[in-house]
């Protein structure tokens, strides 16, 4: 029955009575709700193949641990606690690397444009550009066919797509520069031969960590 009457309890002048809150906060809540009522309705328009959608990538470790940074597609972290109080409000998205849904990630000849379970995957694994030194984040980059090229014969399959910022996917065809998916699933960019001076092939700026790690095992050797 209480909870009855505060569900019909619907006298502003009664709740504000019962509220300690000083304006800049109540406007601040009211903005709160807005925005994650919004969210929630999944009624907002779409971006590059996505709903308007806050993508979050992290380990299974730093969930069970609480503890961590997780990254987002527009290429911010986010605190571990952050992330799990955000996803109490969330409809959530399961990415497993080692095993399939049922959502299809090999859609082969049938469509050109990846789909929204392709992008998530790729934001998830590639987190922005793919091209060497590019800072754009996932959510600035289109879907592109990495191993072959569509009006080549490319097939739209997950295995063979990567995230290319617009420049840097025209910039591909038009200077003569060439993708491929390495064993190590990432893309790698080649240059022509011109420009071939040994550098890197794939992005490390949204994947810090790999730099890290460099170091650490270069560290290693020298003693």
Same mark, same amino acid.
């Given at each position: 029955?209480?909870? +009855?009457?505060?569900?019909?309890?619907?006298? /502003?002048?009664?709740?504000?009575?019962?509220?300690?809150?000083?304006?800049?906060?109540?406007?601040?809540?009211?903005?709160?709700?807005?925005? *994650?009522?919004?969210?929630?309705? +999944?009624?907002?328009?779409?971006?590059?193949?996505?709903?308007?959608?806050?993508?979050?990538?992290?380990?299974?470790?730093?969930?069970?641990?609480?503890?961590?940074?997780?990254?987002?597609?527009?290429?911010?972290?986010?605190?571990? #606690?952050?992330?799990?109080?955000?996803?109490?409000?969330?409809?959530?998205?399961?990415?497993?690397? +080692?095993?399939?849904?049922?959502?299809?990630?090999?859609?082969? #000849?049938?469509? =050109?444009?990846?789909?929204?379970?392709? *992008?998530?995957?790729?934001?998830? *694994?590639? =987190?922005?550009?793919?091209?060497?030194?590019? /800072?754009?984040?996932?959510?600035?980059?289109?879907?592109?066919?990495?191993?072959?090229?569509?009006?080549?014969?490319?097939?739209?399959?997950?295995?063979?797509?990567?995230?290319?910022?617009?420049?840097?996917?025209?910039?591909?065809?038009?200077?003569?520069?060439?993708?491929?998916?390495?064993?190590?699933?990432?893309?790698?960019?080649? /240059? /022509?031969?011109?420009?071939?001076?040994?550098?890197?092939?794939?992005?490390?700026?949204?994947?810090?960590?790999?730099?890290? *790690? #460099? #170091?650490?095992?270069?560290?290693?050797?020298?003693?």
């Amino acid at each position: 029955m209480q909870g +009855r009457r505060a569900a019909l309890d619907v006298d /502003p002048r009664s709740a504000a009575g019962r509220d300690t809150c000083g304006a800049s906060q109540r406007y601040h809540d009211a903005l709160k709700a807005v925005v *994650r009522n919004a969210l929630m309705s +999944r009624e907002l328009v779409q971006h590059n193949g996505l709903p308007v959608t806050v993508v979050v990538s992290t380990t299974l470790a730093e969930l069970h641990a609480a503890a961590g940074i997780a990254h987002t597609s527009v290429g911010t972290t986010m605190p571990m #606690r952050d992330l799990i109080r955000l996803a109490a409000h969330a409809h959530h998205y399961l990415l497993i690397y +080692r095993e399939h849904t049922a959502e299809p990630l090999y859609l082969a #000849r049938s469509k =050109r444009l990846a789909s929204k379970a392709q *992008r998530l995957v790729m934001i998830s *694994r590639d =987190r922005g550009c793919t091209m060497p030194n590019c /800072p754009v984040s996932g959510a600035g980059c289109q879907g592109m066919h990495a191993e072959q090229d569509w009006s080549a014969g490319g097939q739209t399959d997950i295995t063979g797509l990567g995230l290319g910022c617009a420049a840097d996917n025209q910039m591909a065809f038009d200077t003569g520069w060439t993708t491929s998916i390495g064993p190590d699933g990432r893309v790698h960019w080649h /240059p /022509p031969p011109l420009l071939d001076i040994g550098q890197d092939t794939v992005n490390h700026y949204h994947h810090p960590e790999e730099l890290l *790690r #460099r #170091r650490e095992d270069d560290s290693g050797e020298e003693r």
